[in-house]
């Protein structure tokens, strides 16, 4: 791996991150999201990819966490040990994350506690597409998509032993990641098998994790020890091992992997807290602190299978199938250690495309994706029947050049969704088994304005069917402290997408601006409902001006701890703008010095008005980053405003500054590289709370954190 010198930072694009020295040293990375295989300056859509020391820099957490400073992407963090990434304002099911090209079949979409079952540690790199412009993997996805890639399954087969690991310790929480990766090739045979662990105790933040005390002067006494500087319930184990073996011949490869994940993670700020008559909880009460609260055991079994097909046939380049095998399971535990609620869930997910030669100048891919998905859950807080989900889906993407430079793209696709109800409802009404058919157009094109300068314009319509939780939530979703309504009326969300995309992708001057629109109609929300329910005992329902409160079977109860929501159908706009730009100021000599800046803003809001809930506020920052020899270090600073376009009954979110750096040094000895590394994370030690976190008010990111690693990269000569 190149060293810290060789990447700039997020703020710079994707094709700019691996090196430094000279445009001429620039490695290819290819997009392996696109059904193009090419770099990201050759795609008609923006592309950002993270790669390298880039990320390598960024490892450390979840996937959410390592994507949280790219523009255009945020955290909806729920704790340290969850984040799933939001794009452009919108995050659950409209955020599609593959991992290969395949989704990861977890729980993750239907509710904000659940993590995403992807460990960051094996990735090579990480992908984004923002919009709903990769119709291969479905139009249902209208933010944006994550493909986290590996090695594991290659093209190519890579000769004799290549070793990796990393090991790393940061100051708050004991936090230790570990991780280790062997590959080995050898004829037209690829092995590989990679590791990882990540601990950490519970979290400091500075001052009050819950909201309503940060005024409160802190006296120091017992009553509130603590819950000052510490998110209680907030340690971690996360765990990750596979094997992986392939064949590649000159006809084509063939190839297997499997891979095994497993998290136990506390819920921070007692989203999830039930009320325990036992003797320990009240003498816990009676010291004013409760150390109630619930533990995610995740763990997942995932088989991947990959083929692919040269000159399959005459007047076709390739033929490629992928198939993921996922046996999931999901519990949350409570504070006694019994299981509350178990989440199954059972999945097979394939894509076969097939491309061809180009005809009059098209080139193309044309596939079909089937998925088959067993969901059940079952506990107190099974508020999602067991649902059966099948889905079919035929695509068509076609691309060809025209002018001197210039590319125009056409896709389409049209999926046949279908939920069957599989066991009893909580419901007291009937759930019928429903079937959704949508269709998706996607058109783009790049203009070469001049060398190394692109004008890109991408517009979309992409439907998404409304999901099983949307359709037939009915019960107490304690992650989110309310009681959540379905509504089996839903129609398809329809998203319309415009973008426009104008940057210089080389040289010493790199920059890139976006601005966009996306008007989703009959978008789906979580509606908190004020309908009186009969409050003043007058025998009539009517709006008394407060949101209603239930108890966990859905009876009124003014002073019951869940919010009655539902879902409900509105038409709604997003749009915003992204900038990022870089400047080489000592690009020769002995000292190189990069300079970068960016900044990004998204509105979220009911097309007749009103704001949209959990909205990313505006972010602008600045960065360097230099290499001395076997120095390198790396600085950041970045201001996020305060967010006070909230939805009805949402809190706003304080601004806050945050201040990173990074210092390495590297040897090199034989075909060994190592790398010490220290980094410094939240140097400020900032109260920062994520507008996107359905935790805001009672769990803040954590404080200042030092890390001091070692990673090691071993490739002996052949």
């Known amino acids: ?56 820099r ?23 040990g969850v984040g799933r990434p939001v794009i452009r304002g919108q995050g659950g099911p409209r955020v599609q994350i593959l991992d290969n090209g395949i989704g990861t079949m977890d729980a993750s979409s239907i509710s904000a506690d659940h993590a995403v079952s992807v460990d960051p540690q094996n990735a090579e790199q990480i992908e984004i597409i923002k919009g709903p412009a990769t119709l291969i993997y479905g139009g249902g996805a209208s933010a944006g998509l994550v493909n986290v ?27 230790k990641t570990r991780s280790a990766k062997l590959r080995y090739g050898v004829g037209p045979w690829q092995f590989g098998t990679q590791y990882s662990l990540r601990t950490a105790g519970d979290f400091s933040v500075p001052g009050f994790a819950t909201r309503q005390h940060e005024e409160i002067e802190h006296d120091h006494g017992h009553e509130e020890a603590d819950s000052f500087n510490i998110l209680d319930n907030s340690s971690l184990r996360t765990e990750s091992y596979g094997a992986s073996t392939a064949f590649v011949g000159s006809r084509g490869m063939l190839g297997a992997a499997v891979t095994r994940f497993e998290t136990n993670y506390g819920v921070p700020g007692h989203a999830h807290a039930h009320e325990h008559e036992h003797e320990e909880g009240e003498q816990e009460e009676e010291a004013g602190h409760s150390h109630e609260g619930v533990r995610i055991d995740l763990e997942q079994t995932r088989v991947d299978l990959r083929g692919k097909l040269y000159a399959p046939m005459r007047g076709f380049e390739a033929l490629e199938a992928r198939i993921g095998v996922n046996d999931y399971r999901h519990k949350e535990i409570e504070q006694s250690g ?50 059966k989900t099948r889905g079919v889906g035929l695509f068509v993407v076609e691309q060809r050049p025209f002018g001197t430079g210039h590319q125009l793209e056409l896709g389409g696709r049209v999926d046949r969704l279908e939920h069957e109800i599989d066991g009893v409802s909580n419901a007291p009404f009937a759930q019928r088994d429903q079937g959704f058919t949508t269709y998706s157009l996607s058109a783009g094109s790049a203009f070469a304005l001049g060398e190394h300068l692109h004008l890109r314009l991408n517009a979309q319509r992409a439907q998404r069917a409304p999901s099983t939780e949307e359709l037939y939530a009915y019960g107490p979703h304690l992650a989110t402290s309310s009681f959540e309504r379905g ?100 690009a020769s000599g002995p000292l190189k010095l990069n300079l970068r800046t960016f900044g990004d803003v998204v509105r979220g809001e009911f097309a007749r008005g009103g704001d949209l809930p959990r909205i990313t506020p505006a ?10 020899g076997a120095l390198t270090g790396d600085i950041s600073y970045q201001r996020t405003v305060r967010q006070e376009r909230t939805a009805a009954l949402e809190t706003d979110t304080p601004g806050y500054d945050l201040l990173s750096a990074d210092l390495g040094y590297v040897l090199k000895f034989g075909g060994a590289q190592a790398t010490f590394y220290v980094r410094g994370r939240n140097l400020l030690d900032e109260r920062i709370r994520l507008s ?27």
Request: no cysteine.
């Open 338 to 387: 019994a299981i509350g609620t178990q989440f199954d869930v059972t999945e097979v997910e394939a894509r076969v495309q097939l491309s061809h030669e180009p005809i009059a100048a098209w080139k193309g891919v044309t596939g079909l994706q089937l998925s088959d998905r067993d969901f059940e859950a079952v506990g107190a807080e099974a508020f999602v029947p067991p649902t």
């Open 619 to 628: 972010r602008a920052g600045i960065g360097a980053d230099a290499r001395i």
């Open 149 to 175: 890639v590996d090695d594991r399954l290659p093209d190519a087969v890579t000769p004799g032993l290549r070793a990796g690991g990393n090991f790393s310790y940061g100051s708050n929480a004991d936090e």
């Open 1 to 56: 791996m190149t060293s810290l010198a060789l990447a700039l930072s997020w703020s710079l694009p994707a094709h700019t991150q691996q090196a430094e020295e000279d445009d001429t040293a620039v490695p290819t990375i290819v997009v392996e999201a696109s059904p193009f295989k090419r770099s990201s300056e050759e795609l008609v859509q923006p592309v950002d990819v993270l790669s390298g020391e880039a990320l390598e």
């Open 58 to 80: 960024r490892r450390n957490g979840t996937i959410g966490d390592v994507l949280a400073d790219r523009p255009g992407v945020s955290n909806a963090s729920f704790g340290p």
């Open 487 to 586: 509504d089996q009326s839903l129609d398809p969300e329809t998203a319309n997408n415009i973008e426009i995309t104008l940057g210089r992708d080389s040289g010493r001057f790199t920059w890139e601006g976006s601005v966009y629109y996306n008007r989703i109609n009959d978008y789906v929300y979580l509606q908190e409902i004020d309908s009186g329910l009969d409050a003043d005992g007058s025998g009539t329902a009517s709006s008394d001006g407060v949101a209603d409160r239930v108890d966990e079977s859905g009876q009124f109860d003014a002073e019951g701890e869940l919010l009655l929501v539902d879902h409900r159908q509105r038409n709604a706009e997003f749009y915003g703008a992204e900038i990022q730009a870089g400047y080489k100021l000592l």
């Open 692 to 718: 996107t976190s359905f935790l805001k008010d009672v769990a803040p990111l954590p404080g200042r954190s030092i890390f001091t690693g070692l990673r090691i990269d071993f490739t002996p000569a052949i």
